[in-house]
């Protein structure tokens, strides 16, 4: 992630797979495709997070609730790695309120059949199963759709402000992203346990 002083806060960018939390003036900002960000916040003692994630399968069971699929748990992972940081320097869980942004559906080439160019559909159910699930409450969403967006999470009223990004400017994100998926992908297949066999 990047960090640039201006002014009285923090401007921090966070990529796929980052998140960053803090109780003090900053904005958080991110560009989004498929990826979905999560906008915490807990209005009683001040603390803001914001996460980057995209769940990464090659299947996705679309008919199990996401939390509990293959790919869900490494957005549980997520969500719990953001909120977790947040209840260290100050929130409380029962406080804690959410935005959600992205998960947009761009494909780069329709010819191209894999299960990336359902990643938008799969993490938008995943963010609003998984705060349903968690209690924590949904106050304000921008998910799906087709075009990606850049965010801005403001600590001093939690306002998120969402420019949305047509097609074409779109196209290098998306390849970005899929490279994401694969990669994570190759990852989660290399330390999967080994299958025990009994005779």
């Given at each position: 992630m990047k960090l640039e002083e201006k002014g009285v806060?923090?401007?921090v960018n966070i990529l796929p797979g980052?998140?960053?939390?803090?109780?003090?003036?900053?904005?958080?900002?991110?560009l989004l495709g498929s990826c979905v960000s999560a906008c915490?916040?807990?209005?009683?003692?001040?603390?803001?997070?914001m996460n980057h994630f995209l769940l990464s399968n090659r299947r996705?069971?679309?008919?199990?609730?996401?939390?509990?699929?293959e790919a869900g748990?490494?957005?549980?992972?997520?969500?719990?790695?953001?909120?977790?940081?947040?209840l260290k320097i100050g929130a409380k869980r029962s406080n804690l309120r959410a935005?959600?942004?992205?998960?947009?559906?761009?494909?780069?080439?329709?010819?191209v059949k894999d299960n990336f160019y359902c990643v938008g559909e799969v993490n938008t159910r995943f963010i609003r199963e998984f705060l349903k699930n968690d209690g924590i409450p949904l106050v304000a969403e921008d998910l799906g759709g087709e075009k990606a967006r850049v965010i801005h999470f403001l600590f001093d009223d939690y306002s998120v402000h969402v420019k949305k990004i047509g097609k074409t400017t779109?196209?290098?994100?998306?390849?970005?992203?899929?490279?994401?998926?694969?990669?994570?992908?190759e990852t989660?297949?290399?330390i999967k346990p080994l299958a025990e066999v009994w005779k």
């Open positions: 806060g923090l401007h980052e998140y960053y939390v803090t109780n003090r003036p900053a904005t958080i900002h991110t915490l916040f807990d209005p009683v003692n001040r603390v803001v997070g996705y069971a679309m008919e199990l609730p996401t939390c509990m699929s748990r490494y957005g549980i992972h997520a969500m719990e790695l953001v909120i977790n940081e947040m935005k959600a942004f992205g998960g947009g559906s761009i494909y780069l080439n329709p010819e779109a196209s290098g994100l998306l390849q970005t992203e899929r490279q994401f998926w694969l990669k994570n992908i989660q297949e290399k």
